[in-house]
T-cell receptor
């Protein structure tokens, strides 16, 4: 069975600092992995996805994530945080190749001026 | 439509009443999903429709919850005899189900259900 664990329910960074949001996955088959962002009072928006084409995946708004099989990780990073990045971020893994996505509990990112 | 549309955006209901939540997916998307988002609980999978296949109902928390998808398009999630623990944001998503599994969802803005 697949699952994801997001370490840290809240992360706070200063504007301009590195953003690192952690996600570890568990999967018995090669995983399909996703990061979604949810801005306040909005639905979820796809940031990026890993589909085995490349281990370093670039997404929207300057975010990227690296798939590390040896560490079963898919951490999300951004070199320099903006105030507009304040949101909740969800990591997800697909159940099998055609099933639903299984989401982590989310990490709320705060950006301090 | 241009996006996934959910209605109503907010619903307040009395405990014990039935409620219906509607989702209108992106035209042509064959897959439709319902999730529930509670404070601090992340997204809980409820049910999944894929084309004409039987829906995957494995996430429905009790037999008070049901969903249908008519004509492969609009879906309705029904909660009977609502309880206070049903209070949450109910999210709908749709996708094109392509081989390989590397497809993401498009989410609606959700219906915030409050049971009083």
């Amino acid at each position: 069975a697949q699952s994801v664990t997001q370490l840290g329910s809240h992360v706070s960074v200063s504007e301009g600092a590195l953003v690192l949001l952690r996600c570890n996955y568990s999967s018995s088959v090669p995983p399909y992995l996703f990061w979604y962002v949810q801005y306040p009072n909005q639905g979820l928006q796809l940031l990026l996805k890993y589909t085995s084409a490349a281990t370093l995946v670039k997404g929207i708004n300057g975010f990227e994530a690296e798939f590390k099989k040896s560490e079963t990780s898919f951490h999300l990073t951004k070199p320099s945080a903006h105030m507009s990045d304040a949101a909740e971020y969800f990591c997800a893994v697909r159940r099998g190749s055609q099933g639903n996505l299984i989401f982590g509990k989310g990490t709320k990112l705060s950006v301090k001026p | 439509g241009a996006g996934v549309s959910q209605s109503p955006s907010n619903k307040v209901t009395e405990k014990g009443k039935d409620v219906e939540l509607r989702c209108d997916p992106i035209s042509g998307h064959t897959a439709l999903y319902w999730y529930r988002q509670s404070l601090g609980q992340g997204l809980e999978f409820l049910i999944y429709f894929q084309g004409n296949s039987a829906p995957d109902k494995s996430g429905l928390p009790s037999d008070r919850f049901s969903a249908e998808r008519t004509g492969g398009s609009v879906s309705t999630l029904t909660i009977q005899r609502t309880q206070q623990e049903d209070s949450a944001v109910y999210l709908c998503a749709s996708s094109l189900a392509r081989p390989g599994g590397g497809y993401g969802y498009t989410f609606g803005s959700g219906t915030r259900l409050t049971v009083v």
